[in-house]
C-alpha cells in the first residue's frame, strides 16, 4: 500500500484599510490516502514470512542453546567431582612404567622365539645341534616344553 499525504496550507489576510491593524492566519489541512499496490503487498507478506521463519528459527536456537549450556554444566559438575591428586597421578606413572617393563620383555621374548625358528629351520638344512635361545624373564613368560633338556 501507499499512503500519500496531502496536505494544504491556507493563508488568510485580512487587512484593514483604515487601521494599523494587519490580522494573518494560517490553516494547514492534512489528508491520508491509501492506494493499493499489488507488488509492494506481496513484497510485504514475503517479508513477513521471512521474519516469521527468522523468530520460529530464533526460538529453536535458544532451545538447543539451553540444552547446551545444561550439557555443560552437567560436564562441569561431572569434571568437578573427579579427583586431581598427586598420588594418583604417581600411580597411574608407575603402571606406565611397568607395562613399559612388560613390553621390553615380550619385544625380547619375541626376539629369541624368532632365533629359536631360523635355528630350527637351520636344523632341517644342515643338522647342526639347536641352541637354547629362550633364557632369563621369558623362560616365565613363554614357559617352553623342553628348556632344561
Known amino acids: 500500500?501507499?499512503?500519500?499525504?496531502?496536505?494544504?496550507?491556507v493563508t488568510i489576510l485580512a487587512l484593514r484599510h483604515a487601521?494599523?491593524?494587519?490580522?494573518?492566519?494560517?490553516?494547514?489541512?492534512?489528508?491520508?490516502?491509501?492506494?493499493?499496490?499489488?507488488?509492494?503487498k506481496r513484497g510485504l507478506a514475503a517479508l513477513g514470512a521471512r521474519v516469521a521463519d527468522v523468530e520460529r528459527s530464533r526460538t529453536a536456537l535458544l532451545k538447543t542453546v539451553a540444552a547446551l549450556d545444561s550439557r555443560v554444566d552437567a560436564l562441569a559438575a561431572r569434571l568437578g567431582k573427579i579427583p586431581s591428586s598427586p598420588a594418583g597421578e604417581a600411580a597411574l606413572r608407575a603402571q606406565?612404567?611397568?607395562?613399559?617393563?612388560?613390553?621390553?620383555?615380550?619385544?625380547q621374548c619375541l626376539f629369541q622365539v624368532q632365533k629359536q625358528l631360523d635355528d630350527?629351520?637351520?636344523y632341517f638344512g644342515t643338522k647342526a645341534a639347536l641352541k637354547k635361545r629362550v633364557t632369563g624373564p621369558c623362560l616365565l613368560l613363554l614357559r617352553p616344553r623342553f628348556a632344561g633338556q
Open 96 to 107: 606406565v612404567r611397568a607395562l613399559g617393563t612388560k613390553l621390553q620383555t615380550a619385544n
Open 120 to 122: 630350527i629351520q637351520g
Open 19 to 40: 487601521g494599523v491593524t494587519r490580522i494573518e492566519t494560517t490553516t494547514t489541512v492534512a489528508t491520508t490516502r491509501t492506494f493499493p499496490d499489488p507488488a509492494l
Open 1 to 9: 500500500m501507499i499512503t500519500v499525504v496531502l496536505a494544504a496550507a
